[in-house]
């Protein structure tokens, strides 16, 4: 499946259950083909992680113009909610 060139691998967000997946999704109609993986933890530490070691944030910028930043920062654990992730 993975030499079929209609495949792209992607990671997205689905908003119904929250989560990240990670699969193969056909080009011409932008639908999963075969079984995706739920990446959320992974993906979530792994962007966390980058950011921490660039030591710096990053910018992108949505379709309508406006734009977003990605940050990390490390804090006490009595100051957030902590979900505990391996490094």
């Known amino acids: 499946m993975q030499n079929n060139k209609n ?3 992607r990671v997205d967000y689905i908003p119904l259950g929250g989560r990240l997946f990670a ?3 056909r080009c011409d109609n932008g639908k999963w083909e075969g079984s995706r993986h739920e990446v959320t933890e992974q993906a979530l530490l792994a962007v966390g992680k ?3 070691s660039e030591g710096n944030g990053m910018q ?10 990605l940050s990390a920062v490390i804090s006490d654990s009595d100051e957030a909610e902590v979900h505990v992730a391996q490094f």
């Open 7 to 9: 495949l792209e691998y």
């Open 23 to 25: 699969g193969f999704v």
């Open 50 to 52: 980058k950011l921490l």
């Open 60 to 69: 992108m910028q949505l379709p309508d113009g406006r734009v977003f930043r």
